[in-house]
């Protein structure tokens, strides 16, 4: 008899019916239904909504159905024009791009670009803030008139993209991307005319803002030529607008000027139209082809862009 009291005294003790749920936790009904948490005076605590747009990861994300679906964010690449967006962390993103630059008197080619990029999340004052480290280099060729055909390492960059502000309910994101454009030393890139003398410090603010129906990105930056006093200050303002034709597709183009800061000299004003296509969740064929609508040279050009992107996250499921 005794071995029988014991435990209906234990159980006993271990319910407490008049136990209630501390402030804002989340409780159960009868039907097992989670419950919203309640205030003190036993109100229920209103739960901020769901965001409206859901957060986008390189190339192919799931959305807030559970589908595999491409990112439209314009982006370089296929565009010059860049989003905020950065890789996860531990995520590699690299990049083979080939593209030409024609033109009447010259034709710049970047046989193969190699644009390699890594997300890290390092913590500033405590707070996380999603970092892309990146490194650019390409194997160019130039064929300026009446000139033998060159080819070598061209302008190499390397930098940083912090992804400072993000705000899935507005469907908004900035980001400051800092880099340097080098020649690798013994190329002899700036004898080839595979890229100006000096180096380029190029400071760039870029701003994405999701709508109903597409996504667009603004850019302005500053290229501050470095040991090149016959060079002069320049300024970029891009705007892209993009939008997915289908779960694996996506359409984006762009509008583009250069210029110094007095409108003078080193003025461009160029649009382009590009695609990009899933081939696997995270293999993304892309193409961009644009032309110049305004030139200081007199020339017009015709740019043309084709490559591969390839997400790599090492032991993590996309």
């Known amino acids: 008899m005794l071995f029988l009291l014991i435990p209906a005294a234990v159980e006993a003790q271990d319910q407490k019916p ?35 747009f859901t957060k986008h990861s390189r190339g192919m994300y799931r959305n807030g159905l559970g589908l595999w679906v491409i990112d439209a964010t314009p982006q370089s690449p296929p565009l010059e024009a860049d989003d905020p967006g950065v890789p996860d962390k531990g995520e590699y993103e690299v990049n083979f791009t080939s ?71 507005r469907g908004a994101s900035l980001s400051f991307y800092p880099q340097i454009e080098f020649a690798v030393p013994g190329s002899h890139a700036v004898t080839k005319n595979l890229m100006e003398p000096g180096q380029t410090l190029i400071l760039p603010l870029l701003a994405a803002k999701e709508f109903k129906y597409v996504s667009m990105v603004g850019n302005v930056a500053i290229n501050q030529p470095i040991h090149a006093s016959d060079r002069d200050t320049t300024g970029i303002l891009a705007l892209g ?28 004003i160029a649009a382009s139209f ?42 993590k499921e996309r």
């Not at 984006?252 to 000299?265: A, L, N, P, Q, V």
């Not at 032309?291 to 090492?314: A, E």
């Open 18 to 52: 008049d136990q209630k749920p501390q402030q804002g936790e989340q409780t159960e009904s009868q039907d097992g239904q989670t419950q919203p948490p309640k205030t003190k005076t036993g109100e229920s605590v209103k739960l901020p909504p769901p965001p409206l």
């Open 241 to 268: 607008v993009g939008r997915a034709v289908s779960r694996k597709t996506a359409a984006m183009g762009e509008i583009r000027g250069d210029s110094t800061f007095d409108f003078k000299r080193e003025r461009l």
């Open 99 to 169: 593209s030409a630059d024609l033109s009447s008197p010259v034709r710049a080619f970047d046989f193969v670009l190699v644009d390699a990029n890594y997300g890290t999340l390092p913590k500033f004052f405590g707070h996380e803030l999603p970092t892309q480290i990146k490194l650019e280099f390409p194997l160019a060729g130039a064929n300026v008139r009446n000139e033998a055909f060159r080819v070598g390492i061209g302008a190499t960059q390397f930098g940083l993209k912090f992804n400072f502000y993000n705000n899935e309910h």
């Open 274 to 315: 590009g695609l990009m296509r899933a081939l696997k969740e995270d293999v993304i064929l892309y193409g961009d082809i644009g032309h110049s609508l305004f030139s200081d040279d007199g020339y017009g050009h015709t740019y043309i862009t084709v490559g591969v992107k390839f997400l790599i996250t090492p032991q």
